[in-house]
């Protein structure tokens, strides 16, 4: 029956919370439709009190129907506790309230925050004024009747004027939280004690007034109270800042040796290729360094010399992941940026926020190692932790989050990396979004401010680092650092353009931002004090070389003047770096390519240019044969090739293959050789008497050739012929003036090959001068006197005697059944036995039971003395990997020369095998073997099966064009070796045979 009673009651008490929030609802309806309504407000208060005696009325009649209403109270419990304790009002205990909120401080809302909670502060203070009209409402009508209700009413009321004595800077939550603060610990405190524990001791907390005002803000106690909990101290401690002031001292310090830690990733990158990086950072800089164990140490008896190494060495490591180098004091360019204070060989830059430049990708123009600076102040911004109420930090403890700690915010149902900064007193965390280029936010205190649903404890790792903008400084040899910072300049030019930060379109007189950038003058022009040395200036560029081919053409006159020339966006303003004779040659080179025809003619060369040319006699009946391969011979050379008027003369030629006058040659009449004799011979014709009638006739010197005579043929090639131009550097026109030379034999043989053709050949190599007046000079060998097969080299060996060449370097070709090979005596005595080495060592491998790693019949026993070979020993297991793909991979990459050899007559181990590095330079040869040796590992993990790429085209349909071709390389020849940067495979669908292809002028080959 009690248990009914209670279920009775409760069902009761529930319909009478309903029924006040029936009435709350009107009341605010009333208060919202016309608050300075009286007649309005009366007629709510009559409702009201009729309700009210209605239902008293129900109350009285329950009451006597009670039959357990008179019963005497024995003082036993009943067995029914009342969880919700015995003073709590129906209101309380239909729902248990949130735990007590802390009191947020008073303090001045952000922007971003007002605006985001304006609308929900907006409709929480109407209803705080909505809860005060009922209140008066409910006061007028009932009075002192009841005084339960009346006690009822007046701490509600209380808690309404709490509410409103919030300062006006906190939103509408922190009001109500305001009001409800001593009620909330009443009910929390109050919980379990009708339980059999000990109830806790009930903590005391002042109900909220108002305090007065400070600069116009209200406050209340509990605000003070919190602004004068302890704070946690800020800034840096005095332990931190006078290590700190160690650290710079120690950055500074001119002439103390550096040691650098290393960690073992660290090391392995420095040693690893042959020392690679660590030649690299000896080359870049004149102090002493040394790798010891987990030490990097770097000393030096000039001053400020240890500290740029140092400097070099921490670029050097954080480039290759593209993290900035943090240091205590930055430090601080001179003048233009050039030079730098105390820092001896190195120079900076200040890149914009834009970005675009990838310190790593600068080590292509030298000795030079770049890397991106950041104040050590700012990134330990972070660590030092702000001051913090007892409330905040208390927050930090209950969100398990600490300052520094790193996130991951939601935004927008995703996550985003992030830092804590601090918490606020509202519950809240400010946090600062993770930057990939290691930037901080503009704002302190936090940028984001999230909700504690929306952080969580990071739980991906972040990304890497890469910085590509702020201080750039560079360090190594002068030109490659003045390169390095041209090219830096304009990339950052060309993305600030594509980002849309700066103007494409030049201005006459305006200066670019690459050469505000490299503080250049405002004429673009080099300052008298730095003419003769290394140096950068601008000039216009006329339209027509903007683009297509006249652009390739200003790369070209940049490769042949050994000058680093940056066209800037737009395509009418271009930079130019080099020496003081460099910078002439490229500018008469590149005021000479608009007059260029469109086959390359030209009317003549400047007088600036006559050092950088070579001359060569190439007959009228060799010329489409030339022209045809003439940009490949220019690209893999590096050269231009230009060409003279016909008629025009190659200086320091003999006149010998002219026809004397009186002599009986043959001359060509419709088709036919007839009988004549030479009246008068020039180089533009020759005057003849017909043996036939004696009459005279004038024809063409490539009609007439001299009867019974070996070189007949020669010579009238030559009478005939246009004087070919090679721009380019010493080394760089010999190779192109063999691989014209090579080109002329196929429609003229003989030309340059014959007996009677090698003097005149070694004159056109060397240009008319005197072998002892050259640097390099030609030879010709017959190959039968080395034992070479020419036709073993044209098919199989190509690859290898190609290595051969770049390895040395010494130009080289085969010309019919001789080698021509143009170097100095020892380039070219190495290309011989190099040759011979190959030949001797895979020739007929495939028939061998070992495979290439046996060496065939070749036995090197000097190996070990020489200074251009590189012995390196590999167990069967490793040498196994070593296979002719690989080989011309790393001989390409490292410009090395790669042969197996039998030991060189010292008995190896069982199961080992001797492997020759040669050719290149000791660093070269170092990263050439250190390569080997890491291919088994390599291979291991990447290595699958060639794919048959005529029964993988036979499960899809046939490509139709270049760019199917392209997107299908790796799905149609996976496994297969790669190809050179620029060209592509295509299977023929006629002869069921690959060939390769150039996309750039789609040029294509079967070899």
Request: hydrophobic share 35%; with cysteine; proline share 6%.
């Amino acid at each position: 029956d009690d248990l009914k009673m209670a279920k009775k009651e409760s069902k009761e008490e529930s319909k009478e919370v309903a029924e006040k929030e029936s009435d709350e609802e009107d009341s605010e309806e009333s208060v919202k439709g016309n608050k300075n309504s009286r007649s309005k407000s009366k007629k709510d208060k009559k409702k009201k009190k009729d309700r009210k005696e209605k239902k008293d009325k129900k109350e009285k009649s329950k009451a006597d129907d009670d039959p357990f209403g008179d019963e005497p109270d024995d003082g036993q419990d009943d067995g029914w506790v009342n969880p919700f304790g015995d003073d709590m009002s129906d209101e309380e205990s239909t729902a248990a309230p949130s735990r007590p909120a802390a009191k947020p401080k008073a303090k001045e809302k952000k922007d971003k925050k007002e605006k985001q909670v304006g609308k929900t502060s907006k409709a929480k203070g109407k209803k705080a004024k909505n809860a005060d009209a009922e209140a008066e409402a409910l006061l007028d009508a009932f009075g002192e009747e009841n005084e339960e209700d009346g006690d009822e009413v007046q701490k509600e009321a209380d808690t309404t004027d709490a509410a409103e004595a919030v300062p006006p800077s906190q939103t509408g939550d922190d009001a109500q939280d305001a009001g409800k603060t001593k009620d909330h610990e009443d009910f929390w405190n109050e919980i379990g004690e009708d339980s059999e524990e000990p109830p806790r001791e009930k903590a005391e907390v002042p109900e909220p007034q108002a305090v007065p005002e400070v600069n116009g803000t209200a406050g209340t106690d509990t605000e003070v109270a919190a602004d004068t909990a302890p704070e946690i101290p800020a800034g840096p401690d005095p332990a931190l800042k006078a290590k700190e002031e160690e650290e710079a001292q120690a950055e500074t310090d001119p002439l103390q040796p550096r040691v650098l830690q290393l960690s073992p990733e660290d090391k392995k990158i420095l040693m690893s290729s042959g020392q690679e990086q660590l030649s690299l950072l000896k080359h870049c800089c004149e102090a002493d360094i040394v790798v010891e164990d987990k030490e990097l140490k770097m000393s030096s008896e000039r001053p400020f010399v240890a500290r740029t190494a140092e400097l070099a060495a921490r670029g050097l490591l954080a480039s290759n992941t593209g993290a900035p180098v943090l240091l205590r004091v930055l430090p601080v360019a001179e003048g233009n940026g050039m030079d730098v204070a105390d820092l001896p060989g190195a120079s900076m830059l200040d890149v914009p926020g834009t970005g675009g430049v990838e310190p790593k990708e600068l080590r292509r123009f030298g000795n030079v190692v770049a890397a991106f600076l950041r104040a050590k102040d700012q990134e330990s911004l972070k660590s030092q932790k702000p001051s913090m109420t007892s409330v905040q930090a208390d927050l930090s403890r209950q969100l398990d989050l600490s300052i520094g700690q790193a996130v991951e915010v939601r935004y927008d149902h995703q996550w985003f990396h992030a830092t804590v900064v601090s918490f606020t007193e509202h519950g809240t965390v400010m946090a600062d979004y993770f930057r990939v280029d290691g930037s901080l936010p503009d704002c302190e205190g936090g940028e984001i401010e999230a909700g504690a649903v929306d952080v969580r404890a990071a739980q991906t790792p972040r990304p890497k680092i890469r910085v590509d903008s702020g201080k750039l400084i560079l360090i190594g040899e002068r030109k490659a650092r003045m390169c390095a910072r041209l090219h830096a300049a304009a990339q950052a030019e060309r993305r600030a353009v594509a980002t849309g930060n700066a103007n494409p379109l030049y201005r006459q007189g305006e200066q670019t931002m690459a050469e505000e950038m490299l503080g250049m003058p405002e004429d673009g022009q080099v300052p008298e004090e730095e003419e003769m040395g290394v140096a950068v200036c601008s000039f216009e560029l006329p339209p027509e070389t903007a683009t297509g081919p006249g652009l390739q053409r200003l790369n070209q006159a940049a490769s042949v003047t050994d000058t680093v020339l940056e066209v800037l966006p737009g395509g009418r303003k271009a930079i130019l770096c080099g020496d003081f004779e460099e910078r002439q040659r490229a500018r008469a080179l590149l005021e000479l390519l608009p007059k260029v025809g469109h086959y390359g003619d030209i009317a003549s060369i400047p007088i600036e240019l006559q050092d950088l040319t070579s001359h060569l006699r190439v007959p009228n009946a060799a010329m489409q044969a030339v022209r045809e391969k003439q940009k490949d011979i220019e690209m893999e050379t590096g050269s231009l090739m230009l060409w003279l008027p016909s008629g025009s003369v190659a200086p320091n030629r003999q006149t010998e293959h002219l026809i004397p006058n009186g002599a009986y040659v043959e001359a060509q009449y419709r088709g036919a050789w007839h009988n004549a004799t030479v009246v008068y011979s020039s180089e533009q014709s020759i005057q003849i008497s017909w043996e036939y009638d004696g009459s005279l006739d004038e024809v063409e010197p490539d009609q007439v050739r001299e009867k019974d005579t070996s070189n007949a043929a020669r010579a009238a090639w030559l009478r005939s012929h246009r004087v070919m131009v090679v721009l380019g550097q010493e080394k760089q026109r010999l190779e192109c003036l063999l691989r014209v030379m090579v080109a002329s034999e196929k429609p003229c043989p003989g030309l340059w090959s014959s007996d009677d053709a090698l003097e005149e050949a070694q004159i056109e190599v060397l240009d008319g001068h005197d072998e002892t007046d050259c640097t390099y000079s030609l030879e010709i060998t017959p190959l039968a006197s080395l034992d070479l097969d020419s036709a073993w080299f044209a098919g199989p060996g190509c690859v290898a005697f190609a290595a051969a060449e770049r390895a040395i370097p010494c130009a080289m070709q085969i010309l019919g059944r001789k080698l021509m090979l143009a170097g100095t005596e020892d380039e070219r005595s190495h290309a011989k036995e190099y040759l011979s080495w190959v030949q001797l060592s895979r020739k007929g491998f495939e028939h061998s039971t070992v495979g290439l790693r046996g060496g065939g019949q070749l036995d090197v026993t000097d190996a070990d003395m020489r200074d251009d070979v590189l012995p390196a020993l590999l167990p069967e297991d490793q040498a196994v990997w070593i296979t002719l793909e690989r080989i011309a991979e790393i001989q390409r990459e490292t410009r090395t020369f790669l042969v197996f050899d039998q030991g060189g007559g010292s008995s190896l181990e069982t199961g080992m095998r001797r492997l020759l590095v040669a050719g290149g330079d000791d660093v070269r040869r170092m990263q050439a073997a250190a390569r080997v040796r890491e291919t088994q590992s390599g291979l291991q993990q990447v290595s699958q099966p060639r794919s048959d790429p005529l029964a993988v085209l036979s499960t899809m349909s046939w490509p139709q064009n270049i760019n199917e071709w392209g997107r299908l390389q790796k799905t149609i020849w996976a496994g297969h070796p790669k190809l050179k940067p620029g060209w592509i495979r295509i299977m023929s669908k006629t002869k069921q045979q690959e060939y390769y292809m150039r996309v750039a002028d789609k040029q294509s080959t079967f070899d």
